[in-house]
């Protein structure tokens, strides 16, 4: 197999094997993984210098990649042997006399640890290193691509995608762009991701067809993700007994049903021996589910359980199940309570073959929720936390964002307060999901900076407690320096330090800066409704789709209380429970999320709630300004068309801030009839 070069700029350019490639590596083990791992190696030697083997010989090696159960020449390894099982993924990795080595107890592991020393590029090579374990906290790092094989009239080839076309499909049939897969499996690899879902949650006509007569499309992608270690899931629509196989029906409890599904099934592992399992949507924005027999979603989720079962198959069922159709006159009914009041109830009736994929938020994907109650809900029930990589609502990728401060705080939330599990340990063993933001554009997320989010979340899944600022420099380490790792030139390094000072300056804040010119306050939602790109204050206010933020000339907020609103506080144990009822307590940054308060009620922060909307969106809107500024002085740090590229973006996010600031701040000032406290213009 030979590894094409990145066929598009990325992280893991060539450069960034150099300190590798330039040495002596030999690679010991049997599979398909271990053969990718010395591909790569040989590939960097060809490049560089180097030489890589596969059997011992009797010669001096820089690098040692080799699994335990294989023959490892004495006086290399000895020291190292790992005081523990690695387990499928793991690895244990050392530098002594002269040889950084690694060991792992099966072929990924060497894979990953491969990729750990890619990052580490010289500085593997330099000082002694005492032994270090790695292994991933979760089983399963998991991107549902939300691809359309066939062109959706609305939604387009990907759903909520800001990044072109799919690397998958194009017009209803297959790209067969293999090279690109591969070349995308490996950047995947390279941060960590184990196993992607390569159709659509929202499952229409053509892609219901992978499952059964279009099953070669799936195979083919899959022979490609498997060298790297990825695992390929399908979206399944709930129906396909009827809609494929010509049933009658497609009830849960049905027998003919149960054989329908487990037949398919069986064919699919005929294909696809590794395959993963299925990814459902149901009973959702207007899929099929198991409601239409009056079945609940636990017999929903075990009927394809069951028939994933015998080989190893899981089923990814997703928990964002709400009525879209509800009555906005309704004040007693509350979107954000729909996750918990279908699913909690259903804890311990699940197969333990099923995950419940979770949303992270209670309502879908805000730039700033609470963590969802669910996660702390079903403690018998597999649970997988959902995350949206794609910037549906945090910028459409036109926007610098970088979420990974969003996903920490999520994973370090702490349901039952201070000594307490965190979602991070609750889903430790389990799976973090993304939903992926690539496309078949050339820097393969439209945003060059949006990159950083896909390597971001493949790193928070392996390791949740990273830093993000970590995170990001790895990420710059391994895309924009990969020469500079190490053996940087003296002269060279001050451009590598302001490269490095200014994607810190752009990023390191551009979530919370997003969070200040968009909705206040964890009140979320005031986008255009459709395409949900740009402000509209009122656009789903008078709605069947339940997302509202009740501001009126006294105030603004969504009163989910106990003690006078939709009763949402109570899906959370104590001490949250307590802290978001509490208007005293509850965080500013959750205030309309949880209250509905008067435009002079005061935060903690001193300020009132309409001088804070006033105050953020003023600042928002000039830290994107501040933004573009240290881009344009970056000019000549960065390719000249990447930094193209990105200056059309701030200029656009520029321009897209100051209008939610206007129109946010117009709209607050219209209703409360409160002047700025500083007189500042407000249209
Ligand atoms: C919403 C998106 C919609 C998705 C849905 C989902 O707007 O396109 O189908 O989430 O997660 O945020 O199923």
Same mark, same amino acid.
């Given at each position: 197999?030979?590894?094409?070069?990145?066929?598009?700029?990325?992280?893991?350019?060539?450069?960034?094997?150099?300190?590798?490639?330039?040495?002596?590596?030999?690679?010991?083990?049997?599979?398909?993984? /271990? %053969?990718?791992?010395?591909?790569?190696?040989?590939? &960097?030697?060809?490049?560089?210098?180097? !030489? *890589? $083997?596969?059997? =011992?010989?009797?010669?001096?090696?820089?690098?040692?990649?080799?699994?335990?159960?294989?023959?490892?020449?004495?006086?290399?390894?000895?020291?190292?042997?790992?005081?523990?099982?690695?387990?499928?993924?793991?690895?244990?990795?050392?530098?002594?006399?002269?040889?950084?080595?690694?060991?792992?107890?099966?072929?990924?592991?060497?894979?990953?640890?491969?990729?750990?020393?890619?990052?580490?590029?010289?500085?593997?090579?330099?000082?002694?290193?005492?032994?270090?374990?790695?292994?991933?906290?979760?089983?399963?790092?998991?991107?549902?691509?939300?691809?359309?094989?066939?062109?959706?009239?609305?939604?387009?080839?990907?759903?909520?995608?800001? /990044? %072109?076309?799919?690397?998958?499909?194009?017009?209803? &049939?297959?790209?067969?762009?293999?090279? !690109? *897969? $591969?070349?995308? =499996?490996?950047?995947?690899?390279?941060?960590g991701v184990n196993a992607i879902s390569v159709n659509n949650v929202n499952v229409h006509a053509t892609e219901a067809h992978l499952l059964t007569d279009r099953l070669g499309d799936v195979a083919a992608l899959a022979d490609v993700f498997r060298p790297y270690g990825i695992r390929v899931h399908l979206s399944v629509n709930f129906a396909s007994p009827v809609v494929l196989g010509g049933r009658p029906t497609a009830d849960p409890l049905d027998e003919d049903v149960r054989t329908w599904w487990a037949d398919v099934t069986e064919r699919v592992y005929e294909t696809i021996p590794d395959f993963g399992g299925y990814v459902v949507k149901a009973d959702s924005e207007g899929q099929p589910g198991p409601f239409a027999y009056g079945r609940d979603h636990a017999d929903g989720a075990n009927l394809l359980a069951e028939a994933l079962a015998p080989y190893g198959g899981v089923v990814h069922w997703r928990a964002f199940v709400y009525n879209h159709r509800q009555d906005w006159r309704d004040r007693s009914t509350d979107r954000a309570r729909a996750a918990y009041d279908h699913f909690a109830p259903l804890d311990g009736r699940f197969r333990d073959n099923v995950i419940l994929q979770v949303k992270h938020g209670p309502i879908d994907f805000q730039a700033r929720?609470?963590?969802?109650?669910?996660?702390?809900?079903?403690?018998?029930?597999?649970?997988?936390?959902?995350?949206?990589?794609?910037?549906?609502?945090?910028?459409?990728?036109?926007?610098?964002?970088?979420?990974?401060?969003?996903?920490?705080?999520?994973?370090?939330?702490?349901?039952?307060?201070?000594?307490?599990?965190?979602?991070?340990?609750?889903?430790?063993?389990?799976?973090?999901?993304?939903?992926?933001?690539?496309?078949?554009?050339?820097?393969?997320?439209?945003?060059?900076?949006?990159?950083?989010?896909?390597?971001?979340?493949?790193?928070?899944?392996?390791?949740?407690?990273?830093?993000?600022?970590?995170?990001?420099?790895?990420?710059?380490?391994?895309?924009?320096?990969?020469?500079?790792?190490?053996?940087?030139?003296?002269?060279?390094?001050?451009?590598?330090?302001?490269?490095?000072?200014?994607?810190?300056?752009?990023?390191?804040?551009?979530?919370?800066?997003?969070?200040?010119?968009?909705?206040?306050?964890?009140?979320?939602?005031?986008?255009?409704?459709?395409?949900?790109?740009?402000?509209?204050?009122?656009?789903?206010?008078?709605?069947?789709?339940?997302?509202?933020?009740?501001?009126?000339?006294?105030?603004?907020?969504?009163?989910?209380?106990?003690?006078?609103?939709?009763?949402?506080?109570?899906?959370?144990?104590?001490?949250?429970?307590?802290?978001?009822?509490?208007?005293?307590?509850?965080?500013?940054?959750?205030?309309?999320?949880?209250?509905?308060?008067?435009?002079?009620?005061?935060?903690?922060?001193?300020?009132?709630?309409?001088?804070?909307?006033?105050?953020?969106?003023?600042?928002?809107?000039?830290?994107?300004?501040?933004?573009?500024?240290?881009?344009?002085?970056?000019?000549?740090?960065?390719?000249?068309?990447?930094?193209?590229?990105?200056?059309?973006?701030?200029?656009?996010?520029?321009?897209?801030?100051?209008?939610?600031?206007?129109?946010?701040?117009?709209?607050?000032?219209?209703?409360?009839?409160?002047?700025?406290?500083?007189?500042?213009?407000?249209?």
């Amino acid at each position: 197999m030979t590894i094409p070069d990145p066929v598009h700029p990325a992280w893991l350019p060539s450069e960034a094997f150099r300190a590798i490639g330039a040495r002596r590596t030999l690679v010991l083990g049997d599979g398909l993984l /271990a %053969g990718t791992v010395h591909d790569e190696v040989a590939q &960097a030697c060809a490049r560089y210098g180097g !030489r *890589v $083997r596969r059997d =011992a010989g009797s010669e001096p090696y820089d690098l040692v990649l080799a699994l335990t159960t294989a023959e490892v020449p004495p006086g290399v390894a000895g020291a190292v042997r790992p005081d523990s099982a690695l387990g499928d993924e793991g690895y244990v990795l050392a530098r002594r006399d002269g040889a950084t080595v690694v060991l792992a107890d099966e072929p990924a592991g060497l894979l990953y640890g491969l990729f750990h020393v890619v990052r580490l590029g010289e500085r593997a090579f330099a000082a002694e290193r005492p032994a270090e374990h790695h292994r991933p906290a979760t089983r399963r790092r998991m991107l549902d691509h939300w691809d359309n094989v066939d062109v959706h009239p609305v939604m387009g080839q990907v759903e909520r995608g800001y /990044a %072109g076309g799919s690397v998958f499909w194009r017009d209803g &049939a297959p790209r067969g762009e293999l090279a !690109r *897969v $591969r070349a995308y =499996a490996r950047l995947l690899a390279a941060c960590g991701v184990n196993a992607i879902s390569v159709n659509n949650v929202n499952v229409h006509a053509t892609e219901a067809h992978l499952l059964t007569d279009r099953l070669g499309d799936v195979a083919a992608l899959a022979d490609v993700f498997r060298p790297y270690g990825i695992r390929v899931h399908l979206s399944v629509n709930f129906a396909s007994p009827v809609v494929l196989g010509g049933r009658p029906t497609a009830d849960p409890l049905d027998e003919d049903v149960r054989t329908w599904w487990a037949d398919v099934t069986e064919r699919v592992y005929e294909t696809i021996p590794d395959f993963g399992g299925y990814v459902v949507k149901a009973d959702s924005e207007g899929q099929p589910g198991p409601f239409a027999y009056g079945r609940d979603h636990a017999d929903g989720a075990n009927l394809l359980a069951e028939a994933l079962a015998p080989y190893g198959g899981v089923v990814h069922w997703r928990a964002f199940v709400y009525n879209h159709r509800q009555d906005w006159r309704d004040r007693s009914t509350d979107r954000a309570r729909a996750a918990y009041d279908h699913f909690a109830p259903l804890d311990g009736r699940f197969r333990d073959n099923v995950i419940l994929q979770v949303k992270h938020g209670p309502i879908d994907f805000q730039a700033r929720e609470p963590v969802s109650p669910v996660v702390a809900a079903m403690p018998a029930t597999r649970l997988a936390v959902e995350l949206q990589v794609t910037q549906e609502y945090t910028g459409q990728q036109r926007h610098v964002c970088y979420l990974a401060p969003m996903w920490r705080d999520v994973l370090g939330f702490r349901p039952w307060g201070d000594g307490g599990a965190d979602v991070a340990e609750l889903v430790g063993g389990g799976d973090l999901v993304g939903v992926s933001n690539v496309g078949d554009d050339p820097y393969w997320t439209g945003h060059p900076l949006a990159q950083a989010n896909l390597y971001a979340f493949g790193r928070l899944a392996w390791e949740p407690r990273l830093d993000p600022a970590a995170i990001l420099d790895e990420w710059i380490d391994l895309t924009f320096l990969p020469a500079a790792t190490g053996d940087a030139e003296p002269a060279a390094s001050g451009a590598t330090d302001r490269l490095r000072r200014t994607l810190h300056e752009i990023m390191d804040d551009s979530w919370r800066t997003y969070e200040r010119y968009t909705a206040p306050l964890g009140v979320g939602f005031m986008v255009r409704p459709g395409h949900h790109y740009g402000p509209d204050v009122d656009g789903y206010e008078y709605t069947p789709w339940g997302t509202y933020h009740f501001a009126d000339r006294d105030g603004v907020g969504v009163d989910r209380t106990r003690a006078t609103g939709t009763g949402f506080t109570g899906q959370y144990p104590p001490p949250w429970s307590e802290v978001y009822e509490s208007l005293a307590d509850c965080p500013d940054e959750l205030l309309l999320f949880f209250h509905h308060v008067p435009y002079g009620h005061v935060l903690h922060s001193g300020s009132t709630v309409i001088q804070h909307i006033y105050d953020t969106h003023f600042a928002g809107a000039e830290q994107a300004t501040e933004a573009r500024r240290r881009w344009q002085e970056a000019a000549g740090l960065f390719d000249p068309s990447l930094h193209d590229r990105v200056k059309a973006l701030l200029d656009e996010q520029v321009r897209c801030a100051e209008e939610w600031r206007d129109q946010i701040n117009a709209y607050f000032f219209r209703k409360s009839g409160v002047p700025d406290a500083h007189g500042r213009c407000i249209p």
